[in-house]
């Protein structure tokens, strides 16, 4: 199997193999082509790639460290390398997402954008950069995340957006998203839906993966300045959509590591989905016999996707990369061992790729001296009231 097939422009169909696409509204084809002739022509342009790396370095706070994690490393038998998306404004890699789609907002001559949230990190990344360039933000959020989120939907607030809480179907991020895709469909002449992971009709899985790479070309470059010029043995990161894994993986899929994906248990749809569509894209998806979408489970609101991005299926299937789980008292082990080995609380979302390379090491399926660069998606602030609920 050749690397060199991975990861590169799905051309204009925005096909991964057998996933991806774009199976959506008539309405709404205008649309996504318009975002994809504006992304395409920005994305070569060497003033637009400048102004985003400006604000990349002087906004968010590029380059973000790769912090060698020496205690956690004697524990666990193998070298960890952390990658610090949490270092970032915000907290997570999603800022960088947002200022992307933001710049390309203005680009298009658009005034208002769209997000939907789960955990409420892109919610806060979204309505971060419309202050930021001075857009109009409306966030959709299931009603349950509302509750189980609140500071972050007061932070939004305060950022100047409109949070719509959802209260159809599982009123969780499945919902918000069709919400979304709804509004966009009756707004979309002066309104940019920025979607928050590599999910969604083309060109989304694309270009979120494109300005996510970032994370993942940063990182070799870290790690071949630490590690005598070699690669890691092996990249880890957490996946709820995939957008930080498929950034980090973009920078080591032409090398030899081994690529690993760790999904919450209650949301594994690379393990137990099945392909089928939704929200405009074909991948695996967690559903009934009967094509009914499920609802994904997991302790962290950012992980609760009854999908996964459409790359994803595609270089699971390829063998490229592979997919684990965690179950959440796995993480929650892993976020305490973490934050006492090396004083960093880390997101619930990152956890998990700890929780597993924690079993993976005690199991012995990652050789004792491996190199592992994992990253670390973000911080666990947000976090903080749930793991003090479930640990009293
Ligand atoms: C949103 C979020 C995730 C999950 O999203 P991906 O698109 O899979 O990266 C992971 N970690 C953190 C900290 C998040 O906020």
Redesign the pocket.
Known sequence: MSAAVHMTDPGPDGRFGDFGGRFIPESLVPACLEVEQAFRSAWADPVFRGRLDDLLRDYAGRPTPVTEAKRLSEELGVRILLKR?DLTHTG???INNVLGQGLLTLQMGKTRMLAET??G??GVASATAAALFGLECVVYMGEVDTERQELNVFRMRLLGAEVRPVRSGSRTLKDAVNEALRDWVATVEHTHYCI???MGPHPFPWMVRELQSVVGHEAREQCRALLGGADPDLVLA????????AGTFAGFVETGADLVGVEAAGGAAMDRGIPGILHGMRSYLLQDEWGQILEAESISA??DYPGIGPEHSYLGDSGRARYAQASDDEVLDALQLLARTEGIIP?L??AHALAWLVGATRRGEVEAGSTVLMTL??RGDKDAETVMGLLK
């Not at 957490?238 to 894994?245: D, H, I, K, L, T």
Request: net charge negative; aromatic share 0%; hydrophobic share 25%.
């Open positions: 998306e997570s890699h999603k789960g955990a990190q892109h928050g992971s590599v957490c996946v709820g959509g995939g957008s930080n894994a950012g992980l997101a979302e990152p998606s973000g």
